[in-house]
C-alpha cells in the first residue's frame, strides 16, 4: 500500500467507527432494557452525527477510488496526483461536505413542524420517518428536494468510481501474472460490491413512494445501507495487509 492510502484508510476507520457508534449502540440498548425512547435533542444529534459520517465516509470512497485509479493506471503520475498535500486537500474535502450535508439535512428536517405523532418508526432517527411526522406539506417537500439533488451528486460520485474501476480492470487484465491479478480483483470487487449496496439502499430508503414502505421493508433496507458497509469495509481493507493475515491465523 501507498502512504496516502494509509493515510485514507485511517480516515476510513475513523468514519466507519463513527457511523456504526451513532445508531447501534442505542438500538441495542433500546432491545435489552426495552426502552423506546429517545429526546428531540438526542434524536437531533443522532441524526446530525450519522449524516455527517456516511455522507464524509461517502466522499472518501470516491477518493479511495481515485486513488487506485492513479496507481495502477498512471503510476509515473501518482507522486504529483497523489501526494501529500493533494491527498490531505482530498481529505479534508470529504469532510467538509459531509459536515455541510449533515448541517443542510440536520436544520431542514427539524425546522419542519411536526404534529402527526411522535413516535420514529425506526431503531434510528431516520429523515424519511421524521418527515412522516410532518403536518408542513411546503417545508416537507423542501427537504425532499434537498434529498433528491444530494441523491444526484451521489449517484455521480458512483459513476466515477465505476469509471474508474473499469480503467482499472482493462489495465490490470493486461498483467500477465495471475496472482497480481488475483490481488487487485479481490479488493476492488468487494469494494465496489459494497458501494452499490450502500448507494442503492441509501437512495431506494430516502426516495422510495409511501405505498412500498413496511416495517419490515424499511428496517431490512435502512440496515442494509447504515450497518453493513461501515461492518465490511475493514474486512475488505485489513485483509490485504499480509501481516495482519499472519497475526490472524496465529491467533485462530
Given at each position: ?17 463513527g ?13 435489552l ?9 438526542g ?22 477510488a ?6 495502477i ?18 481529505e479534508a ?31 434510528f ?13 411546503s417545508?416537507?417537500?423542501r ?40 490481488k ?29 414502505s413496511?416495517?419490515?421493508l424499511d ?5 442494509l ?28
Amino acid at each position: 500500500l501507498h502512504t496516502p492510502m494509509y493515510f485514507l484508510l485511517l480516515n476510513l476507520s475513523v468514519l466507519d467507527l463513527g457511523s456504526i457508534s451513532t445508531t447501534v449502540p442505542k438500538a441495542m440498548a433500546n432491545s435489552l432494557w426495552d426502552k423506546r425512547r429517545i429526546s428531540y435533542l438526542g434524536c437531533a444529534t443522532q441524526l446530525f452525527f450519522f449524516v455527517f459520517f456516511i455522507g464524509a465516509e461517502y466522499c472518501l470512497l470516491t477518493v479511495m477510488a481515485y486513488d487506485r485509479y492513479v496507481a495502477i493506471c498512471q503510476p509515473l503520475h501518482y507522486g504529483t496526483l497523489m501526494g501529500t498535500r493533494a491527498c490531505a486537500h482530498m481529505e479534508a474535502a470529504a469532510w467538509a461536505s459531509g459536515f455541510l450535508n449533515a448541517l443542510l439535512h440536520t436544520a431542514n428536517t427539524f425546522s419542519v413542524p411536526l404534529c402527526q405523532g411522535n413516535a420514529v418508526g425506526q431503531f434510528f432517527c431516520e429523515i424519511p420517518h421524521i418527515l412522516k411526522l410532518s403536518c408542513s406539506h411546503s417545508d416537507y417537500l423542501r427537504e425532499v428536494r434537498l434529498i433528491v439533488v444530494i441523491c444526484c451528486l451521489g449517484f455521480g460520485c458512483f459513476v466515477f468510481m465505476v469509471v474508474s474501476y473499469v480503467g482499472i480492470f482493462r489495465v490490470v487484465l493486461r498483467i500477465p501474472s495471475v496472482q497480481r491479478r488475483h490481488k487487485v480483483f479481490s479488493t476492488c470487487l468487494p469494494h465496489l460490491a459494497v458501494v452499490s449496496l450502500l448507494v442503492t439502499t441509501g437512495i431506494f430508503a430516502n426516495l422510495k413512494p409511501p405505498s412500498m414502505s413496511s416495517p419490515s421493508l424499511d428496517l431490512l433496507v435502512s440496515v442494509l445501507y447504515s450497518v453493513v458497509p461501515p461492518a465490511v469495509n475493514p474486512l475488505i481493507y485489513s485483509l490485504r495487509n499480509q501481516e495482519l493475515k499472519d497475526a490472524l491465523r496465529k491467533f485462530l
